[in-house]
T-cell receptor, first 115, second 110 residues
């Protein structure tokens, strides 16, 4: 298995532009997670899905952020409009199910820079 | 949800020194605990996990961690570090979602 796949690996954009990050979880995994990592705030859970349904989006910072999972093999995290403070590394992770002793497998991350 | 605290922000040590990283979690019920490692420029990888049984857990690359329920702790140890252990280490606890500590940067000097 190729593991969790994220694209793009790097994204540089200007303030006000729309940014879409993509994730393909490991086949057979039913839970998908989006995290944001910054120096100031560390690793934060933004949202997670079980069986394509958003379960907890309490970590989404504001309405500019939205996430979708239209099917079991694809998810997007969209920021519209983007702001410089959104600059961070965004990780996607997947697991068989959420919770318990289930390991989360992380993708390589998307490094977002908003100018 | 869990709250996880890691005691050290940055640890610097020489090769062959012993390493111990502290981790405490907040929830007193059933909890699943993890240590992840993030090598420079790479994604997070699982080092080890605890969910039940022997409180001394052995992971990859010579790492181990001890679960002490009475202290709400899950400290990570390695008896002799190598330069390649330079990385950021994250403790995490899972009840219904995974909560991460702030991370500890470990720098091993050759």
């Amino acid at each position: 298995d190729a593991g969790v796949i994220q694209s793009p690996r790097h994204e540089v954009t200007e303030m006000g532009q729309e940014v879409t990050l993509r994730c393909k979880p490991i086949s057979g995994h039913n839970s998908l997670f989006w995290y944001r990592q910054t120096m100031m705030r560390g690793l934060e859970l933004l949202i997670y899905f079980n069986n394509n349904v958003p379960i907890d989006d309490s970590g989404m910072p504001e309405d500019r952020f939205s996430a979708k999972m239209p099917n079991a093999s694809f998810s997007t995290l969209k920021i519209q409009p983007s702001e410089p403070r959104d600059s961070a590394v965004y990780f996607c992770a997947s697991s068989l199910i959420a919770g318990g002793d289930n390991e989360q497998f992380f993708g390589p991350g998307t490094r977002l820079t908003v100018l | 949800a869990q709250s996880v605290s890691q005691h050290n922000h940055h640890v610097i040590l020489s090769e062959a020194a012993s390493l111990e990283l502290g981790c405490n979690y907040s929830y007193g019920g059933t909890v699943n605990l993890f240590w992840y490692v993030q090598y420079p420029g790479q994604h997070l990888q699982l080092l080890l996990k605890y969910f039940s049984g022997d409180p001394l857990v052995k992971g990859i690359k010579g790492f181990e961690a001890e679960f002490i329920k009475s202290k709400f702790s899950f400290n990570l140890r390695k008896p002799s570090v190598q330069w390649s252990d330079t990385a950021e280490y994250f403790c995490a606890a899972n009840d219904y979602k995974l909560s991460f500590g702030a991370g500890t940067t470990v720098t091993v000097r050759a």
